[in-house]
């Protein structure tokens, strides 16, 4: 089989320790070019994990001629323009969720991409979650009922963190908002099969120009009615995600649903018209996500098909997270 030849730009320790050895364990893809903004740090890190090609700017690593294809692991207030460089150099872009810093930057993207002639896709690894797939069948099938509440919560302890721009609007564009409330915010759009219709937001602290905000909680509004919240924060002493779904028939829920290469417990609650419900878990085996979000990618480009996360998936979730960071109802928008 052909591979899809990539470069990853942002080569830090999120791409070293989690996406470089996901594109080695992928039958269609190659790791062929990183980029570091030093130089020398680049050469050394291709030299370390073997790989051809390394470069200290965007621009050179999408001029060479050995590359398809670029995953986008730096810093949120450099996908845009990382995007438009690799677009214009004919590159097909994996971008790390969140997609951009604004709407505005997103809309230009997927412009730049459609007109160039390359493929777009958003990083929401988790849709290819086989425990989330579940839960959407679950959903859908009505076995819930009609869903009369969702909530998806994402935590950890950022203080922790190596990766200080998280903490700066001007780089990050949001906190725990934009780097782990997407998250939960695509998850619940992906199992509702549903977009967001209205939120408001609850930031502490108050965003400034510079700083974020490190924690938040939201409330939704879908579009078929159902109401719904986001809790993310950076400032708690354990690394925790859940999501639950509750029906008028049942519910689901799921600690650790943001996770794979693990199995998953999914606790199903059915009505028995009884005061205490039949209660029963599944046991769901997920892969590791990064494989099939770059496996799947890599699909589309070899089989001019589309990736299952189209660009579109991308602007819609920044829509939302741009109205959460003011505070604003969207429905007024």
């Not at 480009?301 to 109802?329: C, F, H, K, S, W």
Request: overall charge negative; glycine content about 8%; aromatic content about 6%.
């Amino acid at each position: 089989m052909k591979k899809v030849r990539y470069g990853i730009i942002g080569f830090g320790g999120f791409a070293e320790k989690t996406i470089a050895p996901a594109m080695r364990l992928c039958s269609n893809a190659e790791l062929v070019a990183i980029q570091k903004r030093s130089p020398e740090l680049a050469r050394q890190k291709a030299a370390e994990f073997n790989i051809p090609h390394a470069f200290s700017s965007a621009e050179e690593l999408v001029a060479h001629p050995d590359v398809d294809a670029v995953f986008i692991v730096s810093a949120n207030g450099c996908h845009h323009a990382e995007t438009l460089a690799a677009a214009g150099a004919g590159k097909h872009v994996l971008v790390e969720k969140p997609m951009a810093m604004n709407v505005r930057e997103a809309r230009e993207m997927i412009g730049a991409c459609k007109s160039a002639n390359v493929k777009l896709m958003v990083g929401h690894m988790i849709r290819y979650s086989t425990a989330m797939r579940r839960v959407r069948e679950l959903v859908r099938s009505g076995s819930l009922g009609t869903i009369t509440f969702a909530r998806a919560d994402f935590v950890y302890d950022a203080r922790l963190t190596k990766r200080g721009w998280l903490f700066d609007r001007k780089v990050a564009g949001g906190g725990p908002v934009f780097d782990i409330g997407v998250h939960c915010l695509d998850t619940l759009r992906f199992v509702l099969d549903d977009d967001v219709a209205s939120v408001k937001s609850h930031l502490r602290p108050t965003p400034t120009d510079s700083i974020t905000e490190s924690t938040a909680g939201i409330s939704l509004r879908f579009g078929k009615g159902t109401p719904g919240s986001i809790y993310c924060s950076f400032e708690t002493p354990v690394r925790r995600s859940f999501i639950e779904i509750i029906g008028t028939e049942g519910t689901v829920s799921a600690y650790d649903f943001t996770l794979g290469e693990r199995t998953i417990t999914l606790t199903i609650g059915k009505r028995t018209g009884e005061s205490d419900p039949a209660i029963h878990n599944e046991e769901i085996v997920v892969p590791n996500l990064y494989v099939e979000e770059i496996t799947d990618f890599s699909r589309a480009i070899l089989e001019n098909g589309e990736p299952l996360i189209a660009a579109v998936v991308g602007l819609e979730n920044q829509r939302v997270i741009d109205a959460a960071m003011e505070e604003t109802d969207l429905s007024r928008d």
